[in-house]
């Protein structure tokens, strides 16, 4: 609920405008995504530091997908704002619309995928690509994947992922593009058509979302499956974008920007939204997809979990329970914390952190997992107990910093294409006198 108060508030473009360190901090994150990417590349993929092609290519899949969780959480942010009608959020859209317009060339990312297909060596990520291999390695998998070979098949994959970058691309454009276009006239029928088309958007945003999420890390187990995959991925979605948020922001207040428009009640607004996505419905997704598979016992789809419960990867498990959920939702759940920009903000940071740690959790395993492999849970165990996660590698890392950094570059490229909130905005009143009650 928000109610007014007599305020005067700065609109100015010394206000609003992104100052001028932030082209420095620009120049940096590319500089820091150059040496990332290319330096994850290079020793990664001739095999120093103990790393093979095969864990080079689920690293960068990691680092790929750590970068675009960011950018999808916050095309999701601005439209469940324009579907609900909300005007609290006005003034902390446009960080949200900075994170979404990355997905305009977010695309170019995806590419060295393309290239590994092309070189004819991508079943060394999907091992589906190449179905003969597949055959002979194990034959009780293939004959599970064969059925799905109608879904699961290169042409069909690629069409996919250029549907899925297209309405993502279009999307950010039409929702970034028209609240910019705003500030030039203030049109409230910019805002009524951005509120009417939210909705079909939203509906798309979940089908792409979802099925990437089935193509690109569920299908590195094709024999795998679970109907409620798609939904644990928004919740990274979820979780990155809204972190991100709230990292542009505490940024931009730090930079002597935007003084007296965004509030501790904004803080505390997308502190909820973090904890309520990020924490509590990611754990109860979680555990609700571990709890159906494990009370149902299906081999297809149990050991999927046991790979992620033997070895180094039973602890790394534990940690994530504990790190994206319980020590965070005991740290959060307080309405104080929320409102102290700089706690929030170390918040977010752990909370990036251990959705990279998610993220490496759901794609790095490369423990056979099979019906051949299937006898007793004590031998599987005992089988793989010496199995490493190698998730200290430095590849893991430069990856992931190059990513990350791509769309720190990005944002701040967003940023500097507009005003910092939307001035002309027919609810950026509302926003401004926003109170929690």
Do not use: C
């Given at each position: 609920m928000a109610h007014a108060t007599g305020h005067a508030f700065d609109l100015s473009a010394q206000n609003t405008q992104l100052p001028s360190l932030a082209f420095g901090l620009r120049n940096i994150a590319v500089g820091l995504a150059v040496v990332g990417l290319g330096a994850g590349a290079a020793i990664g993929y001739t095999g120093a530091l103990?790393?093979?092609?095969?864990?080079?290519?689920?690293?960068?899949?990691?680092?790929?997908l750590f970068g675009l969780t960011m950018c999808l959480g916050g095309l999701f942010f601005l439209l469940i704002q324009y579907l609900t009608r909300a005007g609290w959020s006005v003034a902390i859209r446009r960080p949200a619309e900075a994170l979404a317009a990355n997905l305009r060339w977010y695309w170019v990312l995806f590419v060295p995928f393309a290239v590994l297909w092309f070189?004819?060596?991508?079943?060394?990520?999907?091992?589906?690509?190449?179905?003969?291999?597949?055959?002979?390695?194990?034959?009780?998998?293939?004959?599970?994947?064969?059925?799905?070979?109608?879904?699961?098949?290169?042409?069909?994959?690629?069409?996919?992922?250029?549907?899925?970058?297209?309405?993502?691309?279009?999307?950010?454009?039409?929702?970034?593009?028209?609240?910019?276009?705003?500030?030039?006239?203030?049109?409230?029928?910019?805002?009524?058509?951005?509120?009417?088309?939210?909705?079909?958007?939203?509906?798309?945003?979940?089908?792409?979302?979802?099925?990437?999420?089935?193509?690109?890390?569920?299908?590195?187990?094709?024999?795998?499956?679970?109907?409620m995959f798609g939904v644990y991925f928004f919740c990274g979605c979820a979780t990155a974008g809204f972190a991100g948020m709230i990292l542009v922001t505490t940024r931009l207040k730090s930079m002597g920007v935007m003084k007296g428009l965004v509030s501790a009640e904004h803080f505390q607004d997308m502190g909820k939204l973090?904890?309520?996505?990020?924490?509590?419905?990611?754990?109860?997704?979680?555990?609700?997809?571990?709890?159906?598979?494990?009370y149902a016992n299906i081999p297809e789809e149990t050991g999927w979990f046991l790979a992620r419960q033997v070895g180094g990867w039973a602890p790394l498990s534990f940690a994530l329970l504990f790190g994206h959920f319980v020590l965070p939702f005991v740290g959060l759940i307080s309405k104080w914390p929320k409102r102290m920009p700089l706690v929030l903000a170390a918040g977010a940071v752990w909370m990036l952190c251990f959705h990279y740690v998610d993220l490496y959790w759901l794609i790095m395993p490369e423990i056979p997992h099979t019906l051949?492999?299937?006898?007793?849970?004590?031998?599987?165990?005992?089988?793989?107990?010496?199995?490493?996660?190698?998730?200290?590698?430095?590849?893991?890392?430069?990856?992931?910093?190059?990513?990350?950094?791509?769309?720190?570059?990005?944002?701040?490229?967003?940023?500097?294409?507009?005003?910092?909130?939307?001035?002309?905005?027919?609810?950026?009143?509302?926003?401004?006198?926003?109170?929690?009650?």
């Open positions: 103990g790393t093979t092609p095969a864990h080079f290519w689920r690293a960068y899949l990691v680092a790929f070189m004819g060596k991508a079943n060394m990520l999907w091992i589906w690509a190449d179905m003969e291999s597949l055959k002979a390695i194990n034959e009780a998998e293939y004959h599970i994947v064969h059925a799905k070979e109608p879904f699961l098949n290169p042409t069909f994959f690629w069409i996919r992922a250029g549907v899925y970058f297209a309405v993502w691309a279009l999307l950010a454009s039409f929702f970034v593009g028209n609240s910019r276009a705003q500030d030039s006239n203030g049109d409230i029928h910019i805002t009524e058509r951005m509120q009417k088309w939210s909705g079909p958007a939203l509906i798309l945003f979940g089908l792409t979302t979802t099925f990437a999420a089935f193509d690109w890390i569920m299908s590195l187990s094709p024999a795998w499956f679970s109907t973090l904890f309520a996505f990020g924490m509590v419905f990611w754990a109860y997704i979680a555990f609700s997809q571990y709890m159906l598979i494990w051949a492999e299937m006898s007793t849970y004590r031998e599987f165990s005992e089988k793989y107990a010496d199995t490493k996660t190698h998730f200290g590698n430095p590849v893991n890392f430069l990856l992931a910093i190059g990513a990350l950094a791509a769309v720190v570059a990005g944002t701040i490229t967003g940023l500097s294409r507009a005003a910092l909130v939307p001035t002309k905005d027919p609810r950026l009143n509302e926003s401004l006198k926003f109170e929690n009650m």
